[in-house]
């Protein structure tokens, strides 16, 4: 039950955030696959495997950019228009939330272990998305970028 | 490749072209190298000599420099107000495409990308507020709420989304927008709880604070940051920061409140 709690839920979410930050209308649902897809990956290690949560949202970060990458490819759309609204559930809002709390409730130190973690959270996300989007450029040879500096000669 | 079809165009031409496909997506939220890489592509298909290009997260620099002699042209660009809006990034993105594989005269593409800016929000206005009011609840029960938490955080996130939207739009000051709507969604989540439903507070309170979080700001600015664009990257993150304590601000106000 909880497993389909969190597939519909992290799904409806995740199309929901699509509507807010307006994403085209086809990529709407394929959007909602990839973010139910990594918040699954998270589910997976870091509440049944026990696996550390930085590590499981870096892992699912990467199942999120991962997919998108493909999805951008088939769609010929740019990869953010799926990874985008797809990371929302593993951002850590909630975290950000207590360690507000903890400071409100004058408890520094608890308040500065979690917003140290929420900062790894976030870097761990940024840092998935560049990681699969480095891999995928190294690996595909039909993209290759344009002269990246700026002179022609 | 076709590149007989694109004619050589003057300096202004194309640079109004980068510019305006440049503001476009920086108003819509997208990644500083992505607009560089856009405007950079789009001046070399249009054959200029040299291209520079430097953004930020409020204005933009373009400098280009013609290949027939004449005079090279640098100009600046300021934006006011971002809306993410990846639609836009999307058909800009599309109109490039096309213009690197020589499918647009300069003249094609400039009114290609007038059509895109003046384009309305692809969903409307009761929507987006339903959909974040949908998200809220479902936040709240992927982030371990039980079945009774759901409606009080589908409530709590439209009022609070419902909110924000409408100040945004009043007040120059976003961080006001913000505060208000995160203690207004502390108040409703904390008026159920007082109204002998028992709910847990903080589930709701986090599901129906997730439309308002600085996610993609976030990370946004790691990924500036990591693409060595130093001064946007740091932007973006005291934007995200002072988002984030808002919302909290907002919500320590009610704790402070009832405590």
């Given at each position: 039950m909880s497993w389909l709690i969190a597939l519909c839920g992290s799904f409806l979410a995740t199309m929901s955030f699509g509507i807010l930050f307006n994403v085209p209308r086809k990529s709407l649902i394929m959007g909602g696959l990839a973010g139910a897809f990594g918040w699954m990956i998270y589910v997976l290690l870091?509440?049944?495997?026990?696996?550390n949560i930085v590590a499981a949202t870096l892992a699912g970060a990467f199942g999120v950019a991962t997919a998108s990458q493909i999805l951008a490819r088939f769609l010929?759309?740019?990869v953010t228009v799926f990874s985008i609204a797809g990371i929302i559930p593993l951002v850590p809002g909630g975290m950000a939330y207590d360690t507000m709390r903890h400071f409100i409730e004058n408890e520094y130190t608890e308040g500065i272990r979690l917003g140290t973690i929420t900062l790894l959270l976030a870097g761990s996300i940024a840092f998935g998305l560049i990681f699969s989007g480095v891999l995928t450029d190294t690996f595909s040879r039909r993209n290759k970028p344009i002269a990246k500096s700026s002179s022609s000669k | 490749m076709t590149m007989a079809s694109v004619t050589k165009a003057s300096v202004a031409d194309i640079m109004e072209v980068c510019l305006l496909a440049g503001k476009i997506m920086l108003k819509s939220g997208a990644e500083t190298y992505r607009i560089e890489d856009t405007m950079n592509r789009i001046a070399q298909t249009y054959t200029v000599r040299e291209v520079h290009s430097y953004v930020t997260n409020t204005g933009i620099f373009l400098s280009v420099d013609s290949l027939t002699g004449e005079q090279s042209l640098t100009k600046f660009l300021r934006i006011h107000e971002r809306q993410i809006n990846l639609n836009k990034i999307a058909d800009v993105n599309e109109i490039s495409r096309k213009i690197t594989l020589g499918q647009l005269t300069i003249e094609e593409a400039h009114i290609a990308l007038q059509n895109i800016e003046k384009a309305?929000?692809?969903?409307p206005f009761r929507l987006q507020l339903l959909a974040a009011a949908l998200a809220s609840g479902s936040f709240t029960l992927i982030f371990?709420?039980?079945?009774?938490d759901f409606l009080p955080s589908v409530i709590a996130g439209g009022v609070g989304f419902f909110l924000y939207s409408k100040f945004n739009r009043r007040s120059e000051v976003k961080f006001f927008a913000e505060v208000l709507a995160s203690f207004t969604i502390g108040a409703i989540a904390y008026l159920f709880f007082f109204l002998g439903l028992e709910i847990h507070i903080d589930k709701v309170i986090i599901g129906s604070v997730m439309p308002l979080v600085p996610g993609v700001l976030i990370t946004n600015a790691v990924r500036d940051l990591m693409a060595g664009d130093l001064l946007s990257g740091l932007a973006r993150g005291a934007e995200a920061f002072f988002t984030a304590f808002a919302i909290g601000a907002g919500i320590a106000i009610i704790l402070a409140l009832l405590m």
């Open positions: 870091a509440r049944e495997l026990g696996v010929k759309m740019p | 309305p929000l692809l969903y371990g709420g039980a079945f009774i």
